[in-house]
């Protein structure tokens, strides 16, 4: 576990996939290997866990949150490729107390590489040894493969925030973009005060028919009125009652399912804490 006692952001390069990360799909839902090492997708930040999890093996743990603020899970589905025993792995948000073992990590050394296994004793496993073209990840409960080693690669964190006119470094749709219908979904906002604190009653509807995350910025801005500048502030997403608040660096993931959306102005101990 030193490696992510260590490291605020990593990267989980396949050992045997040189050339593949994991990485958080566009969805919200699915991880995948992807080839693109520069974009935020294939960057999970790295939370500590503290005290023993009922149902988990002796600690210590962390949780791993992906790009649209949710979290790498070993589900109970079984997986298509991979080992028999195999199941999918994908992003999920928290909301529940304590974090359920599918969510728990932790990492073992293989001389230069790294296993990683859950709470519940499997462990994370890339597919397509041979079969190149597959891009699938799953969680089983075998060690012995190499599929199940991983390069971890500590991630620094960013030096400044971008501006509104930055090209964010994420996944793009450049054959078949998707149409209006497949993103117009609910996002519920609020704004946080300095310290980072808001009230769950505060929380306010607003529609948008876009995954742009320029274009929400701008939108919040505008509904929250003369005194917020769309350029000075970040938007946090949480994704779950009890999951960390996770900048949004990319553009919403693609569907329709409803957002959590946390407000914070740059400059303030709210937005410091959090990154």
């Known amino acids: 576990m030193e490696v992510f006692q260590v490291a605020h952001f990593v990267r989980l390069r396949s050992s045997v996939r040189s050339s593949r990360y994991l990485a ?7 991880v995948f290997l992807c080839g693109r090492r520069g974009v935020h997708n294939a960057v ?3 939370e500590p866990v503290i005290g023993v999890i009922p149902g988990a093996s002796a600690g210590p743990y962390v949780r791993l949150r992906g790009a649209y603020g949710r979290y790498l899970v070993a589900t109970n589905y079984g997986a298509g490729r991979g080992p028999s025993d ?6 999920r948000d928290l909301g529940v107390r304590p974090t ?9 050394r293989r001389r230069d590489s790294f296993v990683l296994r859950n709470g519940a004793g499997r462990y994370l496993r890339a597919n397509g040894r041979f079969r190149r073209w597959h891009k699938d990840v799953s969680v089983a409960g075998d060690n012995a493969s190499t599929m199940m080693q991983w390069r971890v690669e500590v991630v620094p964190p960013m030096a400044s925030r971008p501006s509104l006119v930055d090209l964010p470094p994420q996944l793009m749709h450049r054959t078949n973009p998707p149409v209006e219908s497949d993103l117009s979904r609910v996002i519920r906002y609020v704004r946080a005060d300095n310290a980072g604190r808001y009230g769950e009653q505060e929380w306010a509807p607003v529609r948008v028919n876009t995954n742009n995350l320029t274009h929400l910025r701008l939108t919040l801005a505008e509904r929250l009125g003369q005194n917020c500048d769309a350029g000075q502030i970040t938007l946090c997403v949480r994704a779950g009652r009890y999951a ?32």
Request: no cysteine; hydrophobic share 45%; charged share 10%.
């Open 44 to 46: 999970w930040a790295v």
């Open 24 to 30: 958080a799909a566009d969805d919200g839902t699915r």
């Open 86 to 91: 195999g199941v999918v792995a994908e992003q």
């Open 100 to 108: 359920p073992p599918g969510y728990l990590w932790q990492a073992f």
């Open 244 to 275: 960390h608040l996770s900048p949004l660096l990319v553009d919403l993931p693609m569907g329709n399912n409803p957002i959590h959306i946390v407000v914070l102005n740059h400059g303030t101990p709210g937005l410091a804490s959090i990154n």
